[in-house]
């Protein structure tokens, strides 16, 4: 029943998420972090309805003022969920370009700051990532998923070296994530959440500065063993993959 309950809420919850971060951005507080309380209460209200328990482990590895790049593995929806309803942390979701179109959606994340980036081919793509670095080197924390996509049977993948060059090109240091228990609360390829224990762990921050494009595949195997440090057994990687 909460399966369902959470299925059906996805969408007005999130028009009013984004109704409410717009309204307090242009006529109320008009502070953009501030403003993440918004998308926070999203990833909350999602997991109590949902029947998701998180706890989050290493916390004090992390300085709140401190910009960092987020390197988690990806295998559920409610990695997003959890992530954004319960990391303490200031930081933005990189999405594609194409999201930024859909009304009243796209017009919240530009107003908080979502960074959007061209997945297509070619010099849009380029660019793309070197203002995605920019912001970030400015001070937009970010989490990225350098596997490209959610895994489909819950054990980490081989990380791809597109999202290595934007931590590379933005030099802050990177921190790995390892989401546990997500895959058991939401399989991909399941609409109906499971409920259930999903632990977090924070660990410690990686400099990137002294790293350069020739590094990326060194620098994506390091980030996979450091992330896969943080899983629990069900999770790790599969030996020859």
């Known amino acids: 029943m909460r399966a369902v309950l959470a299925l059906v809420t996805i969408p007005p919850l999130t028009v009013a ?33 949902a029947g998701i328990r998180v706890r ?15 390197v988690g ?12 309803g319960y990391i303490p942390h200031d930081f933005r979701w990189i999405a594609k370009k194409e999201l930024f179109a859909i009304p009243i959606f796209g017009a919240a994340m ?32 970010v989490l990225i998923f350098p596997e490209g996509t959610r895994s489909p049977d819950g054990h980490l993948q081989p990380f791809k070296t597109g999202a290595i060059m934007l931590a590379i090109k933005a030099g802050v240091p990177v921190v790995p994530v390892g989401f546990n228990g997500a895959h058991q609360a939401l399989p991909k390829g399941s609409l109906l959440a499971r409920g259930g224990d999903v632990v977090l762990r924070i660990g410690t921050p990686l400099p990137t ?29 599969v030996e020859g993959k």
């Not at 297509?120 to 080197?137: E, P, W």
């Not at 992330?227 to 069900?234: G, H, K, M, P, R």
């Open 110 to 141: 530009r107003a908080v700051g979502f960074i959007s980036i061209d997945r297509s081919r070619g010099r849009q793509a380029v660019q793309s990532l070197n203002d995605a670095a920019t912001r970030i080197a400015e001070g937009a924390s």
């Open 56 to 70: 989050v482990e290493g916390r004090e590895n992390i300085d709140p003022s401190q910009t960092y790049i987020f």
């Open 73 to 84: 593995n990806h295998t559920s929806q409610t990695d997003i969920w959890t992530f954004q």
């Open 17 to 49: 998420v984004c109704l409410g971060a717009l309204a307090d951005l242009n006529w109320f507080r008009k502070s953009i972090s501030r403003a993440q309380q918004f998308p926070r209460t999203w990833g909350r209200a999602l997991c109590w309805i």
């Open 209 to 237: 500065k002294d790293f350069k494009a020739k590094d990326k595949q060194g620098l994506a195997l390091k980030l996979q063993q450091q992330v896969a440090a943080l899983l629990d057994e069900c999770h790790q990687p």
